[in-house]
């Protein structure tokens, strides 16, 4: 965010959406002859909710009204940044990324499963549900009722925010238990992650969740093409006295995760690509440096590059598919799911 706009209200401010359109019909229009694909927003949820919300992130302010209409302005930002391309650009191949996490109740109480619900519709059904029903949930219009979300929406709001895409950006990482709490005065709940493998973040490992997410986004949402933009883990990397970084648990982590994929694939899932977070070690977020998501390890001091033992590990899984797709153009899918069920 400019510190201009930020200083002028920032992602609660309902201009600075039609100023993010205005930046992204430039863009397009500037990059046209790189990319023919764009995102408009990567995580909206992120940004309004952790960045206006809960303040861990950037700006770091601490609002609940300023989170749900920064919420409804990011996902209006989109709509229009959708039509501005088109405008600029109408041969572009056009979505946005979301991050999609797989919520289960710590039990069935009804208790417990309220309190799924309504995280459920904080987190995901407000962004997908304008995306592809037209609107806001009920439950989410009245969970927000006091912030005034349902003011928030001007005519012709959800048209524009339901503009059509051409494919959607799902990123996910981990699957959250979610228990009520009624000390908690945001949504009464109490998320964890109680799987028995974790990453250095203590998120859980479980690769049945990408799965899940995936179906129902196909079955509940949309048969658009699919892309996971994002999905990775962070684990204590370092440099060995042989110069290897041999992160075993991210090679086991990817391997699970992309047969969950190949899983969807052949239960019907339109999914047409992976991407893993990352390529380098890098800057995240408010955790900074310390985690450690890349398949290449970055020595911060000197800044030289280590290649991790999933770097080759993934590169040789690349060269595979390419080799059994071109045997055989016409398994494509077959032969995909087959790979990588069967790659070690």
């Not at 009520?180 to 799987?195: K, Q, R, S």
């Amino acid at each position: 965010m400019p510190q201009e706009l930020e200083d002028a209200g920032g992602w609660p401010q309902r201009d600075t959406a039609k100023r993010f359109a205005d930046y992204c019909a430039l863009v397009s229009k500037a990059f046209d002859h790189l990319a023919g694909h764009w995102v408009t927003l990567n995580e909206p949820w992120c940004s309004a909710f952790l960045g206006y919300g809960s303040g861990a992130h950037a700006p770091g302010r601490k609002s609940r009204r300023d989170a749900v209409a920064a919420a409804h302005h990011l996902n209006l930002a989109h709509g229009l940044a959708v039509q501005a391309v088109r405008a600029e650009r109408p041969a572009s191949s056009i979505g946005i990324s979301e991050i999609v996490t797989d919520y289960v109740p710590t039990s069935q109480l009804p208790r417990d499963t309220a309190a799924l619900a309504r995280v459920d519709a904080n987190s995901n059904r407000m962004f997908l549900d304008p995306l592809f029903r037209g609107g806001y949930p009920e439950d989410v219009l009245e969970m927000y009722r006091a912030e005034g979300l349902g003011e928030l929406v001007a005519d012709g709001d959800e048209a524009v925010i339901a503009s059509p895409l051409d494919f959607l950006g799902v990123n996910h990482y981990h699957r959250v238990v979610v228990g009520a709490d009624n000390g908690d005065p945001d949504l009464g709940a109490h998320l964890a992650h109680v799987e028995p493998a974790a990453t250095s973040l203590g998120w859980s490992v479980s690769p049945g969740s990408l799965s899940n997410v995936l179906l129902r986004i196909s079955r509940q949402y949309t048969d658009l093409p699919l892309y996971v933009t994002e999905n990775g883990a962070s684990f204590e990397d370092y440099v060995d006295p042989a110069g290897q970084v041999l992160d075993t648990q991210r090679v086991e982590y990817l391997h699970g995760y992309l047969a969950a994929a190949a899983g969807a694939i052949r239960e019907g899932v339109n999914l047409k690509g992976y991407f893993v977070w990352s390529l380098l070690d890098n800057f995240e977020w408010a955790e900074g440096f310390r985690p450690r998501f890349g398949l290449v390890y970055v020595d911060y001091a000197t800044q030289a590059r280590v290649p991790k033992a999933s770097a080759v590990w993934y590169r040789e899984l690349i060269a595979n598919h390419a080799r059994a797709v071109g045997q055989d153009r016409s398994g494509r899918d077959n032969q995909h799911t087959q790979l990588l069920d069967q790659t070690n």
